[in-house]
């Protein structure tokens, strides 16, 4: 239930190659604070579309309200994967006061073309592509750019030249990767990684985010609520309601499950009302979940 005490963890356990492992955090050459501003949150993009989330898309007035919300309260770093949000985000940031506006961090995705609800998959990242992004976002802003991994390695070199030599340029900020190869070369030029993070996932994600601070990158974890679907489940548990959890105390696990881990340096996380800014906040307030309590999550969505 919400305002429980906390406690420290216990150190992550997990399995590769069949084998029990631990692998201690270790500190990192780059520094979240300076890639994405200091709070431990970024607002997604898919806070202003209607797919992929369980929630109605937000109106155009209260896009502006979250986003105003966001870098008002330290969230600065707002994630756009697709088209449709890069155009809500330059939109919103276009009727900003320049000094607030000027907070922003925007972070694209090579996903082009598509409206919603039409969305694509990822295509390799190109000038044209670049410019294309820039030209939907059209607030005059450097951004971060994140690398989707393709099929096709030699298009994946391609992306990771063009994002190296565009970040010497300085047109861009920082470099994220998304589904490469840890141990491979591409991540020479990076800052930072991108994968999905939450009681589902992290098993799944804590060896690539390990890896990735062993060589210097920052972590970023994304989907706290899968998409507000594990709400759904959670809430659907005939175990949540014998702990006496409501819908508002499973958000409030789950954002602090993934949010507050050692494990992640940020959280990518939609909030299509702007009164989540706050409540996510205050969850995040209360700090790192207990081990019961991770424990709890972790088998009730297994």
């Not at 937000?58 to 870098?71: A, F, Y």
């Amino acid at each position: 239930m919400l305002g429980r005490a906390t406690n420290a963890p216990k150190m992550r356990k997990f399995a590769e190659n069949g084998a029990d492992i631990i692998l201690p955090v270790t500190s990192m050459k780059a520094n979240p604070d300076l890639i994405f501003g200091t709070g431990r949150l970024i607002l997604g993009g898919h806070s202003f579309i209607a797919p992929l989330g369980s929630d109605p898309a937000p109106t155009e007035s209260e896009q502006l309200s979250i986003v105003t919300s966001c870098l008002s309260h330290g969230i600065h770093a707002i994630d756009t994967t697709y088209a449709p949000e890069r155009i809500a985000v330059g939109r919103v940031l276009s009727q900003l006061a320049p000094t607030l506006r000027a907070r922003a961090k925007p972070i694209i995705w090579n996903f082009f073309g598509g409206t919603d609800p039409a969305l694509p998959g990822p295509s390799e990242w190109t000038a044209a592509g670049f410019d294309e992004a820039m030209s939907q976002l059209a607030c005059g802003i450097a951004p971060m750019m994140v690398v989707h991994s393709l099929a096709d390695c030699d298009a994946n070199s391609r992306q990771i030249e063009l994002a190296a030599s565009l970040k010497q340029a300085n047109q861009i900020t920082a470099i994220g990767l998304w589904g490469f190869d840890i141990d491979s070369d591409d991540v020479t030029c990076a800052d930072f990684v991108v994968s999905p993070y939450n009681p589902e996932a992290s098993r799944k994600s804590c060896l690539l985010f390990a890896k990735a601070r062993q060589r210097g990158l920052a972590v970023v974890g994304t989907s706290p609520f899968g998409r507000g679907w594990l709400i759904d489940r959670l809430c659907s548990d005939s175990q949540t309601h014998a702990r006496g959890e409501s819908r508002e105390s499973c958000a409030e696990l789950l954002i602090r499950y993934a949010a507050m881990s050692s494990e992640v340096d940020r959280m990518i996380v939609a909030m299509r009302r702007s009164t989540y800014v706050q409540t996510n906040l205050n969850s995040l307030d209360l700090g790192p979940l207990t081990q019961v309590d991770m424990d709890w999550l972790e088998a009730s969505v297994a």
